[in-house]
C-alpha cells in the first residue's frame, strides 16, 4: 500500500509499505479521505516534537478491512471514523480529568499515520474514540473529527458569557472551529486572519466583523475598536501558532479578561508577555492542548447535527502521490482544508 512519511522539513515521501494486521483489539481501516491539516503544515515546514522518520497524517475516515481478537463493536464494511489519540485512563494526569496531558497518550499518527491507503487503529482508540458514521455522513464531513474537537475543547476552556466579545486569532481549519463555536455560545466573534477566503469562510459561521491583518498597521488596535467604548475583547484566542501572536494576543483584551493560546509554537521558541498588563490589568492567560475524549464524543454529535458544513471546510481534492502540493495549497491560505481521496 500507500504512505506516507516525515523524514525532515520539506521531505515527505510516499512509500509502499505491507498493509497493516490488526492485533487484539485493534481495527484496519481502508481509508476514503483524508485532510490537510495545519499542524501538517507546521510539521512540514519545520518538523514536530519528535524525531523523525515518522507516519504523517492525522484526519481520515473509511471502511473497516480488518478486526482483530476481541473486537465486537465494529466488524467489516462498517463505516468508520477514528480520532487520532486516546489517553491511558489511568495515570495520575487522566485520573485527575488532565487526559489530554496523560503520561501515555496515543498519538496514531507518529505510527499509523493518516495518509496512508490502510491504516491500524490501536485498542485504545478503537474502545474511547471511533465512531460508525450515519448514512448520511460524507467521509469528508467525518474525518473533520479531530480539528473540530480540539476548537470545542478550546471553547470549553473559555469563560465566554452571551454577549462577549471574542477574538479569534488565525482562521485555519481549528481557528474556524473556534469562530463556529464561540458564536454557538452566543459571542460577538471577531475574526482575524491574512487569507480573505479564510475570512469569508469565518462570515459564514457566524463572524459578525473580521480583521485582514495584512491591511492593518496595529491588530491589537484594529480590534479593540471593534468593541464597546473601545475596551477589548472579553476573550482572545491565539490558533495561529505564530510566537508574535502569542504576545499580541493578550493586548487585544480588556481588564479582566481571558486570553487563550491554543497555537503550537515549534520546539524551542520562547514568547515574550507584558507582565505590567498581565498583573494590572489582572489578565488570564491559559494554555490548551489537543482534546479529551469527553470533547470528541461531543463534537461527533455536533458533526452529526451539521454544525461544521464540509462545504466551508473542504475544497480540492487529490490523490496520496500529490500530499505535498495539496499541503503547500493548504499552507498558502487558498484554501482551508483539501482532501487525498483514496480509489476503491
Known sequence: ?????????????????????????EVVIKNKVTLTCGTDVKTYKRGYRYEPPFGFGHEASGVVAAVGEGVTNFKVGDR?????????????????????????????????????????????????????????????????????????????????????YVVVNGCGPIGLGFVRMCVLR?????????????????KKLGAVDTVKVDEV??????????????????????ATGVPSVWESAMHMAR???????????????EVSLDA????????????????????????????????????IFVQNEYSIDDTEKAILEHASGAVIKNAIVYPD
Open 1 to 25: 500500500m500507500k504512505a506516507v512519511r516525515f523524514y525532515a522539513p520539506g521531505d515527505i515521501r510516499v512509500e509502499e509499505i505491507p498493509v497493516p494486521q490488526p492485533g487484539p483489539g
Open 80 to 164: 468508520v471514523v477514528a480520532h487520532n489519540s486516546a489517553p491511558c485512563g489511568h495515570c495520575y494526569y487522566c485520573k485527575r480529568g488532565d487526559e489530554s496531558m496523560c503520561e501515555s497518550l496515543i498519538q496514531n499518527q507518529f505510527d499509523n499515520g493518516a495518509y496512508a491507503e490502510y491504516q491500524l487503529i490501536p485498542a485504545p482508540i478503537v474502545n474511547m474514540n471511533m465512531f460508525h458514521m450515519p448514512d448520511e455522513m460524507s467521509y469528508k464531513q467525518a474525518a473533520l473529527l479531530e480539528p473540530m474537537a480540539c476548537s470545542v475543547y478550546g471553547t470549553a476552556n473559555c469563560p465566554i458569557e452571551i454577549g462577549d
Open 186 to 202: 452566543g459571542a460577538h466573534v471577531i475574526a482575524c486572519d491574512m487569507s480573505a477566503a479564510r475570512l469569508e469562510a469565518a
Open 217 to 238: 498597521e496595529d491588530q491589537a488596535q484594529a480590534v479593540k475598536d471593534l468593541t464597546e467604548d473601545g475596551r477589548g475583547v472579553d476573550v482572545a484566542i491565539e
Open 255 to 269: 481588564p479582566g479578561g481571558f486570553v487563550l493560546l491554543f497555537g503550537g509554537l515549534k520546539k524551542g521558541s
Open 276 to 311: 505590567n498588563l498581565m498583573h494590572y490589568s489582572q489578565l488570564t492567560v491559559k494554555g490548551v492542548f489537543h482534546t479529551t475524549p469527553m470533547y470528541v464524543h461531543s463534537t461527533f454529535e455536533m458533526i452529526k447535527m451539521g454544525q461544521f458544513p464540509e462545504e
